[in-house]
């Protein structure tokens, strides 16, 4: 069965400084892999996807994330945080199944920005 | 891009009564739809797939007779809690796939409190 790990609960780093969110996941196929971000009380909000090609991929706000199928990762990156990127972060894998593709998420991590 | 709307986004109902959430695909056909569950800071888990023209496909542990499900256009699902109580309460979320790919689009979200 597919699962997603994001490792990390909670994240605290400084305005300015670099993010690394880890995600590791579990599928037999190859997979589809998604960076959400959520605000309180929001919805999803897509940051990046990974199908095929270049296993570095970019995304909105500054964000990139690396696949690397040897480790089963998805790593999510940004070089520079800034205060507005607060949120919880969700990495998800699509998998087929009922005759369309269906998501598996992580438990998420939440990032804190201390200004 | 592809918008998914849901109504209302914040609900509050008497324990016991039933409430109805809309979700509907804005600018393309959705012969399936989402619904997923979000409790406060916990991830999220799929409830039911909603199929247009058929009955939905509910996950392991879900009630179907508690959370009704009708997808009566290809623009248009709805989940009907039953008889709802106050651990009903949660956020709940629906999406929408894109033709063909692994891709969702998500809605705003519905915020449901069950007094």
């Known amino acids: 069965a597919q699962s997603v790990t994001q490792p990390d609960i909670h994240i605290t780093v400084s305005e300015g400084a670099s993010l690394e969110l880890r995600c590791n996941y579990s599928y037999g196929a190859t997979p589809y892999l998604f960076w959400y971000v959520q605000s309180p009380g929001q919805g999803l909000q897509l940051l990046l996807k990974y199908f095929s090609g270049d296993t570095l991929v970019q995304g909105i706000k500054g964000f990139e994330a690396e696949f690397k199928r040897s480790q089963s990762s998805f790593n999510l990156r940004k070089p520079s945080v800034h205060w507005s990127d607060a949120a919880e972060y969700f990495c998800?894998?699509?998998?087929?199944?009922?005759?369309?593709?269906?998501?598996?998420f992580g438990k998420g991590t939440k990032l804190s920005v201390i200004p | 891009g592809a918008v998914v709307s849901q109504h209302p986004s914040r609900v509050i109902c008497k324990s016991g009564t039933s409430v109805k959430i809309e979700c509907r695909s804005l600018d393309f056909q959705a012969t399936t739809m989402f619904w997923y569950r979000q409790f406060p800071k916990q991830s999220l888990m799929l409830m039911a797939t909603s199929n247009e023209g058929s009955k939905a496909t509910y996950e392991q542990g879900v009630e179907k007779d508690k959370f009704l499900i009708n997808h009566a256009s290809l623009t248009l699902s709805t989940l009907t809690v039953t008889s709802a109580h106050p651990e009903d309460s949660s956020f709940y979320i629906c999406?929408?796939?894109?033709?063909?790919?692994?891709?969702?689009?998500f809605g705003p979200g519905t915020r449901l409190t069950v007094t």
């Open positions: 999406s929408a796939p894109s033709q063909g790919l692994a891709e969702q689009y």
């Open positions: 998800a894998v699509a998998y087929s199944g009922a005759g369309s593709y269906q998501l598996t």
